[in-house]
């Protein structure tokens, strides 16, 4: 078309960005890449095509790494890591430092190798992805400069396996990487074998950013190579993003073998319009939630929920935008959607839609003719059953449904197994932060979707996997507290005497559920003896009905999650003091059930005691925090109740161990079914009668006994458990953690180490009974 | 390329077609009549504002036009532009030189190397004063817009807004870019905004009427969404940002309310009401990122000089420098071309 003709017809043209640099430093390697190990480059040896999905053509040849070129990469990172780990966190800090600002001085030949190789739009590689890369590594030079001073307590974990999906690779590289190596870890990351490229550009930058060899290595390949990762044993901690299949695979394969795990995984993320919203801007956020990245966004807003008297509107001109969507070369500066990652993606996408029912809308934007293209697409009219409406679909294909009031909002945001984000739009403040905290999921974003940020914490809940990448919170997934433990030995309980000292009076324990004292389903009970063969009672063998009726119990307490942290205060207050008026006949039952002294026991009570009035003290006191993230709005890290959490408490110190427990829990709001110590149980029984005297709701406490080796895969493999921690003495972690992949829930176990009781460890508990909801709330008016 | 807005110029439709060498279906857009005030509506309607801010700040990056599509699209905004002179100072030999500008905005070598024929901008723009000379120097060939009701305040009687309204049509102006009373806006009087539009609009008669809301004034975008509903409900024909004399003018969030009230209007009537950002439009590529902006948000309708205009003076020279550039591949200078 000449001039004129455009004049008439006003037509986008062509607005190409320029490969040429990029495919330069491609054949500066001779389109061959080995891994970088130790600060160089290994041979290139066997070798798949990575391609252009927008075009198909091959990019270049990558590395598959063996289990050998595993083994040297960890090598490699455990050979720096001590150094590096020593250095002071000014040194680390500069390295950091030295990359962010490589990386912004390379911004271009990033990302322009990020959209050959993924088939995003460059736009969104040049404004989005780049620059996010850039702040999370300014950021984490801040935290390396900072650990000494704000983080005295937490050591590195050492070496880290990183396992990265194509949906960003290099924003993922800088999530993993930046993080890790600046509180003092090394790492060993696989790039997803579609997206090895600008992985390995930033193994070349390493060099001139001065990182020392070994600190970060990069292994490319496929599965097979991440599972070389995963199951090696000289690996301290695997971070891996990706699929929740993947995930839950990982949980297994890493159970009981003392490996720390974050997991970041998929979604199903609500998108909730409410009928007073800015509708022209929750339109606009849609095309930010579903159509950025081609849908390919873990936490993309894929779900919409709109209210019913608005829906139709809002459809009409939902269908409008999607046509003004530009599809096309991905290198095309004036593209919207670019294409999807790989053939076999595209085929993925294009059979879940072609199984669905509801009304599906195709936007009328041109689709080029090769290529890896699916068109941005409505369904609408699906209801919670289907299956788009639960099941993640990673593309550009948007689901929706309509409500009635806030209340089903909610319930049909929080009816799906996953919990990553959710957005919502609505002009009312009080709306707004009253949906926020009901959402189940790790982010919310009001009015807005898709924003991200270093500083402000980004992670999931339930099977969207647990930890926090970002924020102060992020470096919990890289540390671990400083301090030696021992291992701890199995505790058994004492035997039945050859002669029995039967009491006076026969003492009845039972179970605690749902503020009532229960008999245990299968009817059994075991007598508890003293060391000189005193019959001290029986306590209740629990089962696995048991188990349900506790959980069911403690899902029923929901209350106590929403109460005043001021209430719940003065709950664990009251434990204590009433704890406390009986401290003599606790002390009598310690020194009965564990031979202890009278001075060692009377300690324990007294700790017992003070153990709960600084859980009491902390119920209102573990602030939330406002991030200063860099808009105009704030990002609040939220301290929310995990839920319903299941715990083993410690063997050796039945009374301690339990209000170690039981206090963090119900401070933060939790709902716990705790199992008591095992050769000890009578403390905990006795503990139930402080609990009913202290005001305790029916259901937040529930207190189990019996073998923890037969309740823990009962309690570790409930799907609505969202938490199980062990102190237990007997061998647990293995077990818990492996049937906690059922629903992906947190685990937090001792893998047969010990723990000082004596020491409150507030910061350990208070991480563990909470999760962190990130909310955005940008403003202006 | 036809003119509807100044219901003139069959001189209009040949130039059109010389410059764009084939005709083009004639529009005629039906004109918006005044309908009820539907406070519900306005009441009802929401602004986010941080929200249409980053929709905003997104745009410029989402849309690149290059080559001889950024130089056909300049050439679109040239036809787009109210050449505007408002000062106090305007005289008549100003004013017959803005005008001899509008209709020869572009060197005649520049448009044969792009293959154009001769171009004109939409309109000139002037006060009521300068409306006869303007009138007479573009004899026909260009509408000319006269600024009114008090511009730029709008604070002076009643009556005599109406009376200079009256006067300016009498004078030859085919449009008339009324001021609103931002009071009304900012006390929430949505009946009284409306009937004095309305007023405006009957004053009017024949002559299009652009509904100047002085949006930097009006310190809310909740507020900008209303007062562009209230006064397409009273019948403008087009709505504006600013008189350009605010501190703030034309911007792209401000932009993105109105013209979204506009398709909404458009939705919920089926009239085109059009749209005129003006002040602080002064480079070609900020004229290029509104063109993209109404044709993604409104669709390649509002591309026409009966649906956008750009209020605009310096604007003119940016586009030209950058038309040069484009045909000789040498960056211009200001003084290479014409000045109005």
């Known amino acids: ?781 | 390329m036809q003119n509807p807005v100044a219901a003139v110029p069959s001189e209009t439709d040949t130039l059109s077609k010389s410059a764009a060498g084939r005709t083009l279906p004639l529009v005629q857009e039906q004109r918006n009549e005044p309908m009820p005030l539907d406070l519900d509506w306005v009441r009802a309607a929401a602004a986010n504002t941080s929200a249409i801010e980053r929709r905003a700040a997104t745009l410029p990056g989402r849309r690149s036009v290059k080559k001889d599509h950024q130089a056909a699209w300049l050439l679109r905004a040239i036809t787009l532009i109210d050449l505007t002179t408002l000062s106090g100072d305007d005289t008549e030999g100003r004013v017959k030189r803005l005008c001899a500008k509008a209709l020869n905005p572009v060197r005649k070598d520049l448009l044969d190397a792009l293959g154009m024929g001769p171009i004109t901008t939409g309109a000139v723009c002037v006060y009521h004063d300068m409306v006869p000379t303007a009138v007479a120097a573009v004899a026909g060939r260009l509408p000319v817009a006269a600024v009114s009701t008090g511009f730029p305040a709008g604070l002076s009687p009643f009556h005599l807004r109406l009376a200079e309204i009256e006067e300016s049509v009498k004078a030859g102006a085919k449009e008339i870019d009324i001021v609103i009373s931002r009071r009304h806006v900012l006390t929430g009087n949505w009946q009284a905004l409306y009937d004095e539009m309305l007023a405006f609009r009957a004053t009017c008669g024949e002559a299009h009427v652009k509904a100047i809301l002085a949006t930097g004034e009006l310190g809310a975008l909740r507020n900008v969404v209303r007062a562009s509903l209230v006064c397409m409900m009273a019948g403008a024909d087009f709505i504006k940002t600013s008189t350009g004399k605010e501190s703030v003018n034309a911007t792209l969030p401000v932009s993105l309310v109105m013209i979204r009230a506009i398709r909404a209007y458009h939705e919920a009537t089926g009239i085109r009401v059009g749209y005129k950002p003006a002040g602080g439009i002064s480079r070609a590529k900020d004229a290029l990122t509104y063109l993209a902006m109404m044709k993604d948000e409104l669709g390649d309708r509002w591309l026409k000089p009966d649906l956008f205009r750009f209020g605009a003076s310096s604007l003119l020279g940016d586009i030209e420098r950058q038309l040069e550039h484009h045909v000789t591949g040498r960056y211009s200078a200001s003084y290479r071309h014409g000045m109005a």
């Open chain 1, 1 to 781: 078309m000449n001039v004129p003709e455009i004049f008439e017809t006003m037509e986008y043209g062509p607005a190409p960005e320029s490969r040429a640099e990029a495919l330069d430093w491609i054949a500066g390697h001779k389109g061959r890449f080995g891994h970088y190990i130790g600060g160089a480059w290994t041979k290139p040896g066997k070798a798949f095509e990575t391609r252009n999905p927008a075009t198909g053509e091959v990019l270049a040849k990558i590395a598959q790494g063996s289990g050998k070129d595993v083994d040297a990469a960890v090598a490699a990172a455990r050979k720096a890591q001590k150094a590096w780990g020593q250095r002071p966190g000014h040194d680390r800090a500069r390295v950091l430092y030295a990359l962010a600002r490589i990386v912004q001085k390379q911004s271009r030949l990033f990302a322009v190798l990020e959209s050959l190789d993924n088939g995003k739009p460059i736009r969104e590689a040049r404004d989005i992805d780049i620059p996010l890369v850039a702040r999370h590594f300014y950021y984490h030079a801040g935290m390396a400069q900072l650990q000494e001073s704000e983080l005295p307590h937490r050591a590195p974990l050492g070496v880290c396996g990183q396992i990265i999906p194509w949906n960003f690779p290099l924003l993922m590289l800088a999530w993993k990487i930046a993080p890790a190596i600046a509180m003092g870890n090394t790492v060993v990351l696989k790039p997803a074998e579609y997206t090895s490229l600008t992985a390995l550009l930033f193994a070349d930058i390493c060099r001139e950013a001065g990182v020392p060899p070994g600190v970060i290595n990069i292994v490319t390949g496929d599965g097979a190579t991440g599972a070389a990762i995963v199951e090696h044993p000289d690996i301290d901690k695997i971070a891996f993003t990706g699929s929740t299949e993947v995930g839950r695979r990982i949980r297994e394969a890493t159970a009981g073998i003392g490996k720390a795990l974050t997991l970041e995984l998929g979604g199903k993320s609500p998108y909730i319009v409410f009928d007073d919203a800015d509708l022209d801007s929750a339109i606009e956020g849609l095309v930010d939630a579903i159509w950025f990245n081609q849908g390919q966004v873990c936490c993309a807003g894929s779900r919409l929920l709109v209210q019913e008297g608005i829906a139709e509107t809002f459809y009409v001109r939902l269908r409008a935008r999607m046509d003004k969507l530009r599809m096309g070369d991905p290198l095309d500066k004036c593209i919207d959607v670019g294409a999807v990652v790989d053939p076999v993606q595209l085929k993925t996408i294009t059979d879940l839609v072609a199984g669905s029912g509801g009304e599906v809308y195709r936007a009328a934007t041109d689709i080029p003719a090769t290529g890896c293209y699916y068109p941005p697409t409505l369904i609408t009219g699906l209801s919670p059953a289907d299956r788009l409406m639960q099941e993640e679909i990673f593309g550009p294909v948007l689901v929706g449904t309509t409500f009635r009031t806030p209340a089903e909002a909610v319930a049909l945001a929080n009816n799906t197994r996953y919990g990553l984000a959710a957005t919502l739009w609505t002009e009312n403040v009080n709306l707004a932060l009253d949906i926020a905290p009901k959402l189940a999921a790790g982010v919310v974003w009001v009015n807005a979707t898709n924003l991200f940020d270093a500083a402000a914490g980004f992670g999931g809940v339930r099977e969207s996997g647990f930890g926090r990448e970002g924020g102060w919170e992020g470096l919990l997934a890289y540390t671990r507290p400083k301090g030696q433990s021992k291992a701890l030995a199995k505790i058994a309980p004492y035997p039945a005497p050859e002669e029995a000292d039967a009491p006076a009076m026969d003492r009845t324990a039972k179970l605690y559920i749902g503020g009532k004292q229960a008999r245990p389903d299968g009817g059994y009970s075991d007598a508890v003896w003293s060391n000189s063969g005193k019959l001290l009672g029986h306590a209740a063998r629990a089962n696995r009905k048991d188990v349900r009726n506790a959980v069911e119990a403690a899902r029923g307490a929901a209350a106590w999650s929403k109460t005043t942290a001021h209430l719940r205060a003065q709950i664990v207050y009251y434990l204590g003091e009433n704890l406390s008026a009986r401290t003599g006949e606790f002390a009598d039952r310690l020194r009965d059930l564990t031979g202890a002294t009278k001075a060692k026991a009377e300690a324990e009570v007294d700790a017992a005691v003070t153990r709960l009035f600084t859980w009491a003290a902390w119920a209102d006191k573990h602030d939330s925090r406002a991030k200063p993230v860099p808009m105009r709005g704030v990002a609040l890290a939220m301290n929310e109740p995990v839920g319903v959490i299941g715990a083993f408490a410690a063997d050796e110190a039945p009374l301690l161990g339990l209000v170690s427990v039981v206090g963090p829990a119900l401070a933060m709001g939790n709902r716990l079914v705790v199992v008591a110590s095992e050769p000890y149980p009578l403390a905990a029984t006795d503990f139930y009668q402080i609990a009913e005297t202290s005001d305790v709701p029916p259901g937040v406490l529930n207190i189990l006994t019996g073998p923890h080796a037969e309740l823990a895969p009962q309690l570790a493999g409930h799907m609505d458990v969202d938490a199980v921690w062990s102190f237990s003495s007997s061998d647990l972690s293995g077990t818990i953690e492996r049937e906690s992949a059922g629903n992906l829930k947190r685990t937090w176990v001792n893998h047969g180490q010990d723990r000082d009781w004596t020491d409150a460890a507030a910061g350990e508990f208070l991480g563990a009974a909470t999760e962190i909801k990130t909310v955005w709330v940008p403003y202006g008016e």
